[in-house]
């Protein structure tokens, strides 16, 4: 049908049609990490102690993306039990498989490797990974998430001239296997050893309180420069106060949501948050500034051996920090706490992963299809086991993942009968999760009946934080709730003897884990799941590389092959590449 043409049209629309077959196969970046998780040595308040590192980091590495970009982590087991990674705030889209919490995964055997493969589907933000199972978080094995804007979408914001995580945690000398055990036992964790800067230890801001052989951690920066800070509690069980001497923190985003733009001289950080702050070098560097974090909430006359100093060093400066901390706020005021979260609004003219402004998703116009009340109490024996629960019920994670249960039809291994409210009945031990609707647009409300702060985490979505109040909760709450701006998160705080409010549209395919991110908490039980179904459009389908374990240990095969590392990227995947290359060599040639 060609024969009329002359030549170099013939070429061109061929060249057209190759152009567009190369778009179709190109899609959205991958990026390929490998990495070893083993117990290294290291002295973060001096004394050595077993860590969780990985590839021999301390933190871990900073997993470092784009929106819309694939990821790819093989990780390898070297510890001495199992272990699985989740990652803290990523949505997952359609793909809990990859949410790397016992409901959704098998843990990975001693030895055993296991590539994750997951896309960062319309996202943006600061977030972290850390290993899941068995208080392990409380040795390591964490590091930041970060989620660049594509070029296309434009921060609301100069760009700053650098980017610098900080990852704050409280620390302990026993390691995870000793607290996990005095938990079991019913011993309190009490107050940290330390709290750490980036897996290091204080400065040495007092001769009487802090060793002069331990190392700390100095960010480096250049006078008049802006720099975002990028701040993570990954902590057991610690709220931390963040501040820089002498140095304003303008909020920016939290969680992968842009937000109003305000100035704080400290923020609270709770267990398993994560904040932007914009910083400038606006002083005159007579000497070093310090970086505190300090615990908050912690009844303990130890506390204040417990906080945690770095060092911020202008090139030009003229001498080390000296003198006296810069003052936290009162110690057991969380009236200031819980106003200083009521604060932070979302920025609804921003666009974040997409164009369009965040404020277009109107929350505050959405009927409300499902409530749910969550009360939480301090740990108990039940059956003769310190458990703790939410609505009476302590989660018991069932040998078989729940996601490989519902996908393979087996009965037995949990309930989709999760009560909406507390029960008139005796606290229980059960695999009971909460049978969510596709699309649903629903409210949780979490009351706090313990003596401490907690912080609750839900894997796949983010979610409207619209009010928090001392007492308890009841149906006129709701007249004080923030319709209109409430940041969208996926980790709220809720103090004690108080209660929280949030709101999420129940749009993500699968099972998600509903956690308390306090490790104590969490590991005595206070979790559940959120089945989401979707009946038209399912979940992607079961990895090709899964791990079977439970009632599905028969279909285990090939072990020897997993404890190899992933080879680099598939030979489609290199040809598709080669293919393009060709193409575009081709029409360059052609034009």
């Given at each position: 049908?060609f024969?009329?043409?002359?030549?170099?049209?013939?070429?061109?629309?061929?060249?057209?049609?190759?152009?567009l077959?190369?778009?179709?196969?190109?899609?959205?970046?991958?990026?390929?990490?490998?990495?070893?998780?083993?117990?290294?040595?290291?002295?973060?308040?001096?004394?050595?102690?077993?860590?969780?590192?990985?590839?021999?980091?301390?933190?871990?590495p900073?997993?470092?993306?784009?929106?819309?970009?694939?990821?790819?982590?093989?990780?390898?087991?070297?510890?001495?039990?199992?272990?699985?990674?989740?990652?803290?705030?990523?949505?997952?889209?359609?793909?809990?498989?990859?949410?790397?919490?016992?409901?959704?995964?098998?843990p990975i055997?001693?030895?055993?490797?296991?590539?994750?493969?997951?896309?960062?589907?319309?996202?943006?933000?600061?977030?972290?990974?850390?290993?899941?199972?068995?208080?392990?978080?409380?040795?390591?094995?964490?590091?930041?998430?970060t989620?660049?804007?594509?070029?296309?979408?434009p921060?609301?914001?100069?760009?700053?001239?650098?980017?610098?995580?900080?990852?704050?945690?409280?620390?302990?000398?026993?390691?995870?296997?000793?607290?996990?055990?005095?938990?079991?036992?019913?011993?309190g964790?009490?107050?940290?050893?330390?709290i750490?800067?980036?897996?290091?230890?204080?400065?040495?801001?007092?001769?009487?309180?802090?060793?002069?052989?331990?190392?700390?951690?100095?960010?480096?920066?250049?006078?008049?420069?802006?720099?975002?800070?990028?701040?993570?509690?990954?902590?057991?069980?610690?709220?931390?106060?963040?501040?820089?001497?002498?140095?304003?923190?303008?909020l920016?985003?939290?969680?992968?949501?842009?937000?109003?733009q305000?100035?704080?001289?400290?923020?609270?950080i709770?267990?398993?948050?994560?904040?932007?702050?914009?910083?400038?070098?606006?002083?005159?560097?007579?000497?070093?500034?310090?970086?505190?974090?300090?615990?908050?909430?912690?009844?303990?006359?130890?506390?204040?051996?417990?906080?945690?100093?770095?060092?911020?060093?202008?090139?030009?400066?003229?001498?080390?920090?000296?003198?006296?901390?810069?003052?936290?706020?009162?110690?057991?005021?969380?009236?200031?706490?819980?106003?200083?979260?009521?604060?932070?609004?979302?920025?609804?003219?921003?666009?974040?992963?997409?164009?369009?402004?965040?404020?277009?998703?109107?929350?505050?116009?959405?009927?409300?299809?499902?409530?749910?009340?969550?009360?939480?109490r301090?740990?108990?024996?039940?059956?003769?086991?310190?458990?703790t629960?939410?609505s009476?019920?302590?989660?018991?994670?069932?040998?078989?993942?729940?996601?490989?249960?519902?996908?393979?039809?087996?009965?037995?291994?949990?309930?989709?009968?999760?009560?909406?409210?507390?029960?008139?009945?005796?606290?229980?031990?059960d695999?009971?999760?909460?049978?969510?609707?596709?699309?649903?647009?629903?409210e949780?409300?979490?009351?706090?009946?313990?003596?401490?702060?907690?912080?609750?985490?839900?894997?796949g979505?983010?979610?409207?934080?619209?009010?928090?109040?001392?007492?308890?909760?009841?149906?006129?709450?709701?007249s004080?709730?923030?319709?209109?701006?409430?940041?969208?998160?996926?980790?709220?705080q809720?103090?004690?003897?108080?209660?929280?409010?949030?709101?999420?549209?129940?749009?993500?395919?699968?099972?998600?884990?509903?956690?308390?991110?306090?490790?104590?908490?969490?590991?005595?039980?206070?979790?559940?799941?959120?089945?989401?179904?979707?009946?038209?459009?399912?979940?992607?389908?079961?990895?090709?590389?899964?791990?079977?374990?439970?009632?599905?240990?028969?279909?285990?095969?090939?072990?020897?092959?997993?404890?190899?590392?992933?080879?680099?990227?598939?030979?489609?995947?290199?040809?598709?590449?080669?293919?393009?290359?060709?193409?575009?060599?081709?029409?360059?040639?052609?034009?």
């Open positions: 049908m024969s009329g043409l002359p030549n170099y049209r013939y070429l061109l629309f061929l060249c057209l049609l190759l152009c077959t190369a778009a179709s196969l190109a899609g959205d970046p991958y990026i390929y990490y490998d990495w070893t998780v083993s117990y290294i040595t290291a002295a973060p308040l001096g004394v050595k102690q077993q860590v969780i590192g990985i590839n021999g980091q301390f933190p871990g900073i997993l470092n993306v784009t929106t819309n970009w694939n990821v790819v982590v093989n990780v390898k087991n070297d510890l001495d039990e199992p272990m699985l990674l989740t990652w803290n705030g990523i949505q997952q889209r359609k793909d809990s498989w990859q949410d790397g919490v016992s409901g959704t995964n098998c055997p001693a030895g055993w490797n296991w590539t994750y493969e997951f896309q960062v589907k319309d996202q943006i933000g600061s977030f972290f990974y850390f290993p899941s199972l068995s208080f392990q978080r409380a040795a390591g094995g964490y590091g930041g998430i989620i660049n804007n594509r070029d296309v979408i921060l609301p914001f100069a760009t700053p001239d650098g980017d610098i995580t900080l990852i704050i945690s409280d620390w302990f000398v026993k390691s995870h296997k000793e607290l996990r055990q005095e938990i079991e036992n019913g011993v964790l009490g107050a940290p050893d330390g750490l800067f980036n897996g290091l230890g204080p400065y040495r801001y007092d001769n009487a309180v802090v060793s002069g052989s331990i190392a700390y951690q100095t960010v480096n920066v250049e006078p008049g420069k802006t720099y975002r800070l990028r701040v993570h509690n990954v902590g057991v069980s610690t709220s931390l106060n963040f501040r820089i001497q002498s140095h304003n923190l303008l920016v985003e939290t969680e992968g949501s842009y937000t109003v305000q100035n704080y001289t400290s923020l609270d709770h267990v398993g948050q994560s904040y932007s702050f914009l910083v400038t070098m606006d002083q005159n560097a007579s000497s070093d500034y310090y970086i505190v974090a300090s615990p908050r909430f912690v009844n303990s006359s130890d506390s204040s051996k417990s906080v945690g100093v770095s060092v911020l060093h202008y090139s030009n400066s003229q001498g080390p920090a000296s003198g006296p901390l810069p003052d936290p706020p009162n110690e057991s005021d969380t009236y200031f706490s819980m106003s200083q979260a009521r604060s932070i609004r979302w920025n609804v003219s921003a666009g974040a992963a997409r164009p369009n402004p965040q404020g277009s998703f109107k929350y505050g116009e959405i009927t409300v299809t499902d409530v749910f009340v969550l009360h939480n301090p740990a108990e024996l039940i059956e003769g086991k310190w458990r629960t939410l009476g019920i302590s989660y018991l994670a069932p040998s078989t993942p729940l996601n490989l249960a519902q996908q393979f039809n087996i009965p037995g291994v949990f309930k989709l009968d999760f009560p909406n409210k507390m029960m008139n009945r005796p606290a229980k031990v695999t009971s999760i909460i049978n969510g609707t596709y699309k649903a647009f629903v949780i409300i979490f009351q706090n009946n313990d003596t401490t702060v907690q912080s609750y985490h839900l894997d979505h983010a979610f409207f934080v619209v009010g928090m109040d001392n007492g308890l909760w009841t149906e006129n709450s709701r004080t709730y923030n319709k209109w701006d409430g940041v969208a998160r996926c980790t709220t809720v103090f004690p003897g108080a209660w929280t409010a949030i709101l999420v549209f129940l749009d993500n395919a699968g099972i998600w884990n509903l956690r308390a991110q306090n490790l104590d908490s969490w590991y005595l039980g206070q979790e559940t799941y959120v089945s989401v179904v979707n009946p038209e459009i399912t979940e992607l389908p079961v990895p090709a590389n899964s791990i079977f374990c439970g009632a599905l240990s028969p279909l285990q095969k090939d072990q020897a092959r997993r404890v190899n590392f992933s080879t680099p990227p598939s030979l489609t995947k290199a040809i598709k590449l080669i293919f393009i290359g060709f193409v575009v060599c081709c029409c360059l040639e052609v034009l």
